[in-house]
């Protein structure tokens, strides 16, 4: 029953320092996506997938890059770490067509000094 | 702009002391309302989708109603256990996306 695993947990990077945060699904989930949560702003999109080889932007996808080369993983990478991008990161997943009910990871919390 | 607005931001209640947590949209064509909870240090959890307005849905204390502008989460006689914070979400039509609310965070005192 893992659903959606998120690693790390934590990370703690320098500004200019590049990372990858990691994203699985075992549920053969076709939809998956990247959002940030910051306090009162509530969750906001970052990049989106509809299924291997297809990505596309979210409502801030500036500063962070995806790929998807399978249906289970969906690695969000940071370029140049900045300050701002300090944040709770969640990893979703959900059926493809319609993606009605979506299954969240548990976060990487993000802190860019 | 299709935006998402929660109130109140934060809610404390006594155990059996029921009440209603609002979520307002403006969206344009409608093509679901979400809502989610959120423990502390954990992913949201998906409670309910509602598609047209007259519509509700219920589980244990808790009943989802929309209309065409807002959709209501009604939590009857809660319990410690339903402290959380409550997400509500939208999504647009032709996007796969979804715009969610700020949240209401709910405390739920014995």
């Known amino acids: 029953n893992a659903g959606v695993t998120q690693t790390p947990k934590f990370q703690v990077l320098k500004t200019g320092q590049s990372m990858t945060l990691q994203c699985a699904q075992d549920m053969n989930h076709e939809y998956m996506s990247w959002y940030r949560q910051d306090p009162g702003m509530g969750l906001r999109l970052i990049h989106y997938s509809v299924g291997a080889g297809i990505t596309d932007q979210g409502e801030v996808p500036n500063g962070y890059n995806v790929s998807r080369s399978t249906t289970e993983d969906f690695p969000l990478r940071l370029l140049s770490a900045a300050p701002s991008q300090t944040s709770v990161y969640f990893c979703a997943s959900g059926d493809s067509a319609t993606n009605e009910k979506l299954f969240f990871g548990s976060g990487t919390q993000l802190s860019v000094l | 702009e299709d935006q998402v607005t929660q109130s109140p931001e934060a809610l404390r209640l006594q155990e059996g002391e029921s009440s209603s947590l609002n979520c307002s949209y403006t969206?344009?064509?409608?093509?679901?309302l979400f809502w989610y909870r959120q423990d502390p240090g954990k992913g949201p959890e998906f409670l309910f989708t509602l598609y047209s307005a007259g519509e509700e849905k219920e589980k244990e204390r808790l009943k989802a109603t929309l209309t065409k502008k807002e959709s209501f989460l009604h939590i009857t006689a809660p319990k410690p256990e339903d402290s959380a914070t409550y997400l509500c979400?939208?999504?647009?039509?032709?996007?796969?996306?979804?715009?969610f609310g700020a949240g209401t965070r709910l405390a739920v005192h014995p």
């Open positions: 979400a939208v999504r647009p039509g032709g996007y796969n996306k979804l715009i």
């Open positions: 969206v344009s064509g409608l093509r679901g």
